[in-house]
């Protein structure tokens, strides 16, 4: 039978605790860029601009279709050498997490577009009329009356999207980044106990994110309460 | 940037000398297909199961299945797949775990957990499907079933599921998608399935773009097909009368 021996957690801790920083710096850095950038992705799609529409189109589906290991070895891949050539940064500099930060933020896009097109096609297109009618311009219609009540819709989903994306920063450990999940595995690794770091990284992704989907659905209940009436 | 482009890189022989570099390439094909699909069946029966165990008027039965789709959905797929694949065969009692070890070979170990890690991680997602399914339908079904003196469990055999599944292709297409999407993460245990092979390309062969660009284009190709075989099960599924139907 197996004997656990938690004993190098406690000594760990700190390190857990960078790790634990850089993954919830990556999953912020990520939702904030994603929705902008998504936000600007959903409106290209639903614009009357036919190349526009396409374009954007192209760029949700063909980042929805490759597996999220396979765009970070690409931006591990792409963006030290753009950012050396237009830096001028030697070769040593680290930027692994750079790239990381511009991979998921790109990728995350495409998911939040996909979620803010439905929470901007929600809104009755009477909305939209009665803006045209009152003489806004289109831009002042989006930004004053639609995306508005667009985003109060969708806070819910967007928020559930932010704690698979917390999940998924795990993946940077394709390029030996030390966030959260990285560190457990070099600490467990070094002290010949993987198993207990594994459970305990497992325990504690677990305990942040059901709490953090618990409070989302507490939310929407409130949400769907207060636009029942 | 001066970049060498060499796509004539996949004709030429590994260094082992029996074989080329597009053969590596369309057995990291092989080895993705056949994972995701076998996760994908397995994913499919498991959710099926905890979907029903989640609708059924019995208390500790639904909470334990609720227990089930919280566990694997809130743990992110690198770390399930590490503890499949790293702890369980430490912990396993009766010999089981040693029998893993010992017995298997190390291609087998890895194809097993990444599989089993999948199939669980996806099924959860599975069974949220199957309960909104059977969630969506009139609840005057259910009862119109036990009314006409079928058990409960004749009733979700020839009432309930044979419609709910009907209605949850759509978002089943986008998990069996996922799941071929989400083997990737497998090239982490050494598994070499597409991901993996591509990477390894890279390092023997140093032409990472021709490489990145070949796998990449293969997970598209994927994507299309599943997308294109699904559409064909969507049609033939969709129910009359219903939202999507026409």
């Known amino acids: 039978m197996y004997e656990f021996d938690w004993s190098s957690i406690p000594g760990a801790l700190p390190f857990l605790w960078e790790g634990m920083k850089v993954s919830l710096e990556i999953t912020a850095c990520a939702v904030l860029f994603g929705i902008a950038w998504g936000t600007l992705l959903a409106m290209a799609r639903l614009a009357a601009i036919k190349p526009l529409t396409w374009l954007a189109a192209g760029y949700v589906n063909l980042f929805r279709a490759i597996p999220l290991v396979m765009v970070l070895l690409w931006f591990f891949l792409i963006v030290p050498q753009v950012l050396r050539g237009v830096f001028n940064l030697s070769a040593t500099t680290d930027v692994r997490l750079a790239s990381a930060l511009v991979g998921f933020a790109l990728f995350e896009a495409a998911y939040y577009s996909e979620i803010i097109r439905a929470g901007i096609q929600s809104v009755p297109k009477g909305q939209v009329a009665a803006a045209a009618a009152l003489g806004m311009t289109y831009a002042q219609a989006m930004r004053l009356v639609v995306l508005p009540q667009a985003f109060r819709n969708m806070v819910p989903l967007l928020l559930t999207q932010a704690i698979v994306l917390f999940q998924d920063t795990s993946l940077v450990y394709v390029s030996a980044l030390a966030d959260f999940f990285g560190v457990a595995y070099k600490v467990g690794d070094r002290d010949g106990r993987l198993v207990e770091l594994l459970l305990f990284a497992g325990a504690v992704y677990f305990l942040i994110c059901f709490a953090a989907s618990q409070a989302v659905r507490h939310y929407q209940k409130k949400l769907n309460a207060h636009g029942a009436h | ?246």
């Not at chain 2, 940037?1 to 590596?24: C, D, H, K, R």
């Open chain 2, 1 to 246: 940037m001066g970049y060498q482009w060499n796509w004539s890189i996949f004709g030429s022989t590994v260094p082992t000398g029996e074989t080329t570099y597009l053969v590596w390439l369309l057995s990291g094909l092989q080895t993705t297909i056949l994972l995701s699909l076998s996760a994908w069946l397995l994913a499919l029966a498991l959710g099926s199961l905890t979907g029903v165990l989640r609708t059924v008027p019995s208390k500790p039965l639904s909470t334990l299945a609720s227990a089930y789709v919280e566990l694997f959905r809130n743990i992110p797929l690198l770390v399930q797949l590490f503890i499949w694949y790293f702890v369980l065969p430490e912990i396993l009692p009766f010999g089981l775990g040693d029998a893993f070890k010992q017995q298997l070979s190390p291609l087998t170990q890895q194809f097993l957990s990444a599989m089993l890690c999948l199939a669980f991680f996806t099924s959860a997602r599975v069974a949220e499907q199957v309960r909104a399914g059977i969630n969506a339908l009139p609840r005057g079904q259910r009862a119109a079933g036990l009314a006409l003196g079928f058990t409960l469990p004749q009733t979700y055999r020839h009432v309930l599921l044979p419609m709910a599944f009907r209605l949850i292709v759509p978002p089943l297409t986008s998990e069996c998608l996922n799941i071929f999407k989400n083997s990737a993460v497998c090239s982490t245990i050494g598994l070499l399935e597409l991901a993996a092979q591509g990477r390894q390309l890279v390092d023997y062969t140093a032409q990472p773009y021709e490489s990145f660009i070949a796998i990449t284009l293969l997970y598209l190709v994927i994507n299309v097909v599943v997308m294109g075989l699904m559409r064909i099960v969507e049609a033939r599924a969709r129910v009359p009368g219903y939202l999507g139907s026409k």
